[in-house]
């Protein structure tokens, strides 16, 4: 669903703003933010067969749940509610327990109480016949994966409210939109200016969320003879150059600048973050940093933003080979020691044009 943003009252009273960026501004102002969730959260439910009995008699409901229960614990199932309520299904009993998974080569023959319940252990007495039922076979993750799961079987959920938030597009208030449409506005210009100059036109910004300052904008520097200056990377080595450190060199492209910190000279500032402590604080350079980049970065920028532990991603426009959401999800690897969050969507139409216009 598309949402339409009205341009900001900031944008209107700032006179340090450039006229043709406030035009832009009011223009270009309905784009939706889409969290880029991992494989877990984002599939939809699989189903399980299972066998479910009604529960004739009501008072014996606990002692059948503690019986069955110690017969087949349905370990792997946590998530699954015992029993459910039939109130509203039309039923003539009150409740129907879950009694156990079925398996495949069962198909079609429901088998009767005695086979399912050992005699002895169980007794089944208050459980009508059983039959199959389809089970959720994970927990649900997202409130749609929830009520999806629940429409088959009652399902327990510890639901996450920055994904719910995220999913029903609440998690960022309008002047954080604003804010973020400017950032991806900053990006859009410098991937013009890269353009300019023979680059692919992708642009990125660095910004730092807890004091909203730009830190350092670079586009794609690939024309410069090395092919690893993607956006990101040239990026990242900006930041890096404002803490002091940095490999590449950027003096032909003016556009990519970093913003000196404010903590002094950037000639000290490595020394400063290195000293004393030695090796055991060694900073990662974009620790709690967002990056606001035109569209998904490849798996070099990706894994480049894991290494440097960047908090939020966020891009316009999915790449065919990118690996935060179209080919691989890198932000949700398990097997890597850090993950972080992106959005994408911002500016949507306008970054696509950008790719568009230079190719
Ligand atoms: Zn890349």
């Known amino acids: 669903m598309k949402e339409h943003m009205p341009p900001s009252q900031e944008d209107e009273g700032s006179p340090a703003e450039p006229k043709c960026k406030r035009r832009r501004s009011s223009e270009s102002c309905s784009w939706d933010i889409l969290p880029v969730l ?69 198909k ?30 994970c927990p649900p993750l997202t409130r749609p994966q929830f009520q999806e799961a629940s429409a088959h079987w009652p399902t327990s959920f510890h639901e996450n409210k920055e994904v719910t938030k995220a ?31 023979g680059n692919e036109a992708v642009g990125a910004v660095f910004v730092d969320p807890a004091t909203e300052e730009v830190l350092a904008m670079g586009h794609d520097c690939r024309k410069s003879n090395n092919p690893l200056l993607h956006a990101t990377m040239v990026c990242i080595d900006l930041v890096a150059h404002r803490q002091g450190g940095g490999a590449y060199n950027f003096d032909s492209y003016p556009s990519c600048s970093f913003v000196a910190s404010v903590k002094g000279n950037s000639g000290t500032g490595a020394a400063d973050l290195f000293d004393d402590a030695g090796s055991s604080v060694l900073p990662y350079i974009c620790t709690g940093y967002d990056l606001y980049i035109t569209r998904e970065p490849c798996i070099m920028c990706a894994m480049a933003l894991v290494h440097s532990r960047i908090q939020r991603v966020f891009y316009g426009t999915p790449s065919p080979d990118g690996a935060l959401g179209t080919r691989y999800k890198i932000h949700t690897q398990k097997d890597l020691n850090h993950h972080f969050q992106v959005f994408r969507g911002i500016l949507e139409e306008q970054c696509q044009q950008l790719r568009e216009k230079w190719h």
């Open 38 to 106: 991992s494989e877990e959260e984002s599939q939809r439910i699989t189903l399980l067969q299972a066998y479910a009995a009604p529960v004739l008699s009501k008072k014996e409901t606990s002692r059948l749940v503690r019986e069955v229960s110690a017969v087949h614990s349905l370990k792997s199932l946590q998530h699954l509610k015992r029993v459910r309520a039939c109130k509203d299904r039309g039923s003539p009993h009150p409740l129907e327990m879950l009694l156990c998974l079925a398996l495949a080569k069962e």
């Open 108 to 137: 079609g023959h429901v088998p009767s109480l005695s086979e399912l319940l050992p005699e002895g252990q169980v007794n089944s007495c208050g459980l009508g016949q059983p039959f199959l039922v389809l089970v959720p076979s």
């Open 167 to 197: 999913l029903t597009g609440q998690q960022f208030s309008r002047e954080e939109k604003a804010r973020m449409q400017r950032y991806m506005e900053q990006a859009i210009e410098v991937a013009q200016q890269g353009a300019e100059r």
